[in-house]
């Protein structure tokens, strides 16, 4: 087991740094100056000669990437330009933030989606399907940004039950933190439940009309026991697939629940770095949304070889 | 990560040291500012914040009148090359270090030198500036320039303490220690930028607020919501299209006021000109005449904004009245294409992707076209647009200008040969004459005579054609009393008032 996951380490290396050789040429053919977005409306030339020495701005582009590579070994990610702080500082500051959206997001998604989906498929063709699909359907068709809104128009404004928007720090205040929380994780949660329900509604399907199922139903096991401990655990497999590249992405921030709910996380980082040019900083959240990426589907592997006996023999 | 951790046991501190009944006042902003150093910094927000944070040698009134505030009086002498300053006396920072003429030495010697600084172009004029007293400040100017005193009302003119300025170099912008109503508690990254009383302050008796938090939401419908949902005290920028739902609301004030800035149209008219409305005047005159201003203003910004044809707005005094906002003349506008020579003129006009200033090109798209204009909008992000105008890739570009207290801050940057801003590329040696005439001159009227002789060469040349001026508007919660709003779109907190 540990050989098996040592070896998916090793194999993430190359991974990374293909990433960040293709986001750091990306990001060079963008239009648009770094410096001349930071000198401010005055743009003074003398300001923007001394940036663009202070940021090596004017080296050729191999040797600012080697720079960069060299810095980021040593676990320097550089400096941001627009605030001036360390990018890992900037990092460190959002990553609890967009750890706990994707968590509360995940939550809702599995709390709405799986149910809904076993559901779907024990009931298959009924009202009970169909309703879930319109369900599933909805969420996926809404966009975040009206739902954001009209949520936060009904419950903050209207009825004033939860915070407009803002973040509180979880360990500051969990209730207060838990509330800002809710609607966010709501609003990104839904949509992921759709996709959700769907596959497990599928990944159900091909399960019970297996032959080893209706021989469970012929022994007389319960209904019940047939669809969760028969059914659902065989039909599992895909289903954590898709929620560690689910959980993966809502890693990498999301941009519009982010900007409506005023949550300081990696979304809204990236999207200011990208609009000011902040190269250090798109740079520095590329990479470290990657290792989220790596690292979710390691322990999506992992969960295989947990969940399916076979799979553990093969190892 | 220990900062991490100490951070939330200092904010806790801090809010237990504050009295009960402590009044909070929670202001939204449309964005996060950038690093909180007078300067090093660039954004509109940040200079909000610093309206609260750091006081200035002198302050705008809202008549646009320069006042004092940590110089009591001034004089100039030596034709204009010399201002000296009285400082006022008793003041200190929030670090305890008292202000004196060695403080504003050291701050505007750093401005003038810090290699980050973006104050330089600002200063430029000021050879040195010495302590003649205690409490007296010489500045002595390379040549006359009577907008020093503008300069100094704003960033250039803000006191932070020598003793955290020395101790942070660079980074002073992480805990800004300056001499303001308000003193620096914490700030996350675009989440919030937290001050309270100083106690110390030389005006505190006109400070009945004890704690505020600044909050960067940049969506302006969620900044609305937030403030009807109780969560905001006080929102600044609200679109021009929520005025009627803020105006209509019983529970919230609405405030506003024609800003400094202006909305424009350049035309590349330099050495990269290529273009028929680049090389020929009686095109541009054209474009400009077959605008109708007064509907592209009343449709887009609802009202709240006024139509211009100048870089001062029809109420400012520095409006030249012998070039009235021009009524929309779409015949004279297809004679002047036809004298020119053309039937349909192509252009190419580069606008940012934001919705409303696309909206706005949307309509004299369509206005021109019946003029003979063939318009193709070429949307961008920011960035970008900055970067094209600036090296003078472009036909046609559409850019705003937030606005300056000196006249010479809305004209003589943009169209003067060697100006930084000068993106339409426009270079008339009568024109630099006057504009650097009328920044040299103490006497109003003889600025007035200089502006006016420059813009009627610049109204016939065009290389640029203003349309309208914003408003800036607020809206603030009905307890909360006592704003009054600046030209400059500052949130000034002496005098506010909030009602528990």
């Known amino acids: 087991m540990y050989s098996y996951i040592g070896k998916r380490v090793l194999v993430a290396i190359p991974t990374l740094l293909i990433i960040s050789i293709f986001v750091f040429s990306l990001q060079k053919l963008l239009p648009g100056d770094p410096v001349l977005a930071l000198a401010g409306e005055d743009r003074d030339p003398q300001t923007i000669e001394y940036l663009r020495e202070k940021y090596h701005l004017n080296d050729p582009v191999p040797v600012q990437y080697i ?11 550089g400096i941001s330009l627009k605030t001036n702080q360390p990018v890992l500082k900037l990092i460190g500051d959002k990553l609890p933030v967009t750890i706990q959206l994707a968590v509360m997001s995940i939550a809702f998604a599995f709390v709405i989606g799986i149910p809904m989906g076993i ?31 009209m949520l936060i128009l009904l419950v903050s404004v209207k009825l004033g039950w939860l915070p407009a928007s803002g973040y509180q720090p979880f360990f500051d205040d969990p209730l207060r933190s838990i509330q800002t929380m809710l609607m966010p994780a709501f609003v990104l949660g839904n949509a992921l439940a759709a996709t959700l329900m769907r596959h497990t509604r599928s990944a159900m399907l091909s399960v019970l009309s297996a032959d080893y199922i209706r021989t469970a139903r012929a022994k007389g096991v319960s209904e019940w026991a047939v669809v969760l401990q028969h059914t659902f655990r065989n039909a599992v497999l895909p289903i954590v697939t898709l929620s560690a590249l689910l959980f993966g992405d809502l890693l990498a921030g999301a941009v519009l629940t982010e900007q409506i709910f005023t949550i300081p996380g990696f979304g809204k980082l990236i999207v200011d770095a990208v609009f000011t040019r902040d190269y250090a900083v798109v740079q520095g959240v590329v990479l470290c949304t990657a290792v989220g990426f790596i690292v979710m589907n390691l ?17 | 990560m220990r900062t991490a951790k100490f951070l939330p046991a200092l904010v806790a501190g801090a809010l237990l040291a504050l009295p009960a009944a402590a009044t909070e006042l929670k202001i939204g902003l449309q964005d996060d500012a950038d690093m909180l150093d007078p300067a090093q910094s660039q954004t509109f927000v ?13 302050d705008l009134s809202p008549d646009l009148k320069i006042v004092p505030q940590l110089a009591t009086e001034w004089a100039w002498s030596d034709g204009g090359k010399v201002l000296t300053m009285k400082l006022r006396e008793g003041v200190k920072f929030h670090d305890g270090t ?46 006359p320039d009577v907008t020093l005193l503008a300069t100094l009302s704003d960033r250039a003119g803000m006191m932070i303490s020598p003793t955290a300025a020395k101790a942070e170099g660079t980074n002073f912008g992480n805990k800004p220690v300056c001499s303001g109503p308000f003193k620096f508690v914490e700030r996350v990254q675009q989440d919030r930028i937290v001050l309270e009383k100083f106690q110390d302050y030389w005006n505190k008796d006109n ?16 900044r609305l919501a937030n403030l009807r949902a109780g969560d905001l005290d006080m929102i600044e920028r609200v679109a021009a299209s929520d005025a009627a739902a803020v105006k209509a609301d019983p529970n919230l004030t609405y405030q506003s006021v024609v800003n400094l800035g202006w909305l424009a149209i350049y035309f590349n008219v330099g050495d990269k000109a290529t273009t028929p409305i680049g090389k020929d005047k009686r095109l541009r005159q054209a474009f400009s005449l077959a605008i109708d201003r007064e509907a592209a203003n009343q449709i887009v910004y609802e009202g709240t904004s ?6 001062f707005s029809p109420q400012s005094p520095w409006f030249d009245k012998n070039f009235p906002v021009p009524a929309r003349d779409v015949e004279k506008a297809k004679a002047l294409v036809k004298e020119a020579g053309f039937d349909r003129v192509p252009v190419e006009m580069i606008v940012t992707n934001n919705p409303v200033t696309q909206q706005m090109m949307q309509i004299v798209q369509s206005m021109v076209a019946e003029a ?60 630099d004459k006057l504009l650097n005439a009328a920044r040299e001159s103490p006497d109003e009227a003889v600025r007035k005579q200089n502006y006016d002789a420059a813009m009627a060469i610049i109204q016939d040349d065009m290389p640029m054609t203003w349309i309208g001026h914003q408003s800036w508007i607020w809206a603030m919660n009905k307890k909360v009393t006592g704003f009054v709003p600046n030209p400059d779109g500052m949130i000034r907190l002496a005098g506010v008032k909030k009602a528990d």
């Open chain 1, 67 to 77: 720079r960069w590579v060299g810095s980021a070994l040593q676990g320097d990610l």
């Open chain 1, 119 to 149: 559901l779907a498929a024990v009931k298959k063709n009924t009202a009970l399907d169909y309703i879930a699909n319109v369900v599933a359907l909805s969420g996926l068709s809404i966009p975040n940004f009206w739902l954001g809104i």
């Open chain 1, 299 to 315: 322990i999506a592997d992992v969960f295989y070889v947990l969940l399916n006996p076979r799979m553990r023999a093969a190892l």
């Open chain 2, 46 to 58: 940040g200079r909000i914040v610093y309206t609260a944070l750091c006081d200035k040698l002198v």
């Open chain 2, 98 to 143: 008292p202000f004196n003429a060695d403080a504003v030495v050291y701050d505007v010697t750093r401005s003038m030198t810090l290699p980050e600084s973006k104050r330089k172009s600002e200063l430029k004029s000021v050879e040195k500036v010495e302590a003649s007293g205690e409490y007296e400040v010489k500045f002595t100017l390379k040549s």
């Open chain 2, 207 to 222: 400070i009945f607020i004890d704690k505020v938090t600044y909050l960067p939401i940049p969506d302006t419908t969620v």
């Open chain 2, 306 to 311: 006024v139509a211009g044809d100048q870089p």
């Open chain 2, 372 to 431: 003979g204009f063939d318009v193709s909008l070429k949307a961008t992000e920011f960035t970008t647009l900055l970067d094209e105008m600036t090296a003078g890739n472009y036909q046609v570009g559409r850019s705003d200008w937030s606005g300056r207290a000196d006249p010479d801050g809305n004209i003589h940057q943009f169209l003067t040969c060697k100006a930084a801003l000068n993106d339409a590329k426009y270079c008339n040696p009568e024109v």
